[in-house]
T-cell receptor, first 115, second 111 residues
Framework: DAGITQSPRYKITETGRQVTLMCHQT?????MFWYRQDLGHGLRLIYY???????DKGEVPDGYVVSRSKTENFPLTLESATRSQTSVYFC??????????????FGNGTRLTVT | DAKTTQPPSMDCAEGRAANLPCNHS???????VYWYRQIHSQGPQYIIH???NNETNEMASLIITEDRKSSTLILPHATLRDTAVYYC????????????FGKGTSLLVTP
């Protein structure tokens, strides 16, 4: 099916473990984004990518690593999970044509709990 | 980045028009105004966007003032399923054109 999918939908992990959240889109959008959403903070940008092998930091990148070897995938890795990274994570993609005139399309999110 | 100001909450009766205001007095000439909504626990859903002209689609209408310092999102016939948090966002020209979400307006549609 066309669209943007995130996996897993729910994840529970322990402090110190590495965990990877997956994001896959079928539109061949060149831009992809990772956000986290916490109560009291709203949605905050973690990392974004303008194309395969091009990534850049957003507002809250510490503790996260991203890669973009293929246009359609943009995994987010927590190298050593901490309780403060308990959050809901959203992936989004956008077509750069027209620059700011192309909407971001969001996935349904991954709810991560770090115990 | 241009900031937006929205009322924290609004109520609307089912079947009536919901008019959600947004102020963005520092918007630059080439920055778009976007509206998204988020229904509990789901990903943000794109509604509409515009630059200078008013826009309409199957979901809503966007009215932008001539000086572009404010806008209004109109849901013409609100339903209970329109209960959500609505975000007005001015899209910056940096950070890969990422969207900066504020706190939005929590719209409650009542029977």
């Amino acid at each position: 099916d066309a669209g943007i999918t995130q996996s897993p939908r729910y994840k529970i992990t322990e402090t110190g473990r590495q965990v990877t959240l997956m994001c896959h889109q079928t539109w061949s959008h060149s831009y992809m984004f990772w956000y986290r959403q916490d109560l009291g903070h709203g949605l905050r940008l973690i990392y974004y990518s303008a194309a395969a092998d091009i990534t850049d930091k957003g507002e809250v990148p510490d503790g996260y690593v991203v890669s973009r070897s293929k246009t359609e995938n943009f995994p987010l890795t927590l190298e050593s999970a901490t309780r403060s990274q308990t959050s809901v994570y959203f992936c989004a993609s956008s077509d750069p044509s027209g620059q700011g005139s192309s909407p971001l399309h969001f996935g349904n999110g991954t709810r991560l709990t770090v115990t | 980045d241009a900031k937006t100001t929205q009322p924290p909450s609004m109520d609307c009766a089912e079947g009536r028009a919901a008019n959600l205001p947004c102020n963005h007095s520092t918007i630059s000439g080439n920055e778009y105004v976007y509206w998204y909504r988020q229904i509990h626990s789901q990903g943000p859903q794109y509604i509409i966007h515009g630059l200078k002209n008013n826009e309409t689609n199957e979901m809503a209408s966007l009215i932008i003032t001539e000086d572009r310092k404010s806008s209004t999102l109109i849901l013409p016939h609100a339903t209970l399923r329109d209960t959500a948090v609505y975000y007005c966002i001015v899209r910056p020209q940096n950070s890969g054109y990422a969207l900066n979400f504020g706190k939005g307006t929590s719209l409650l549609v009542t029977p």
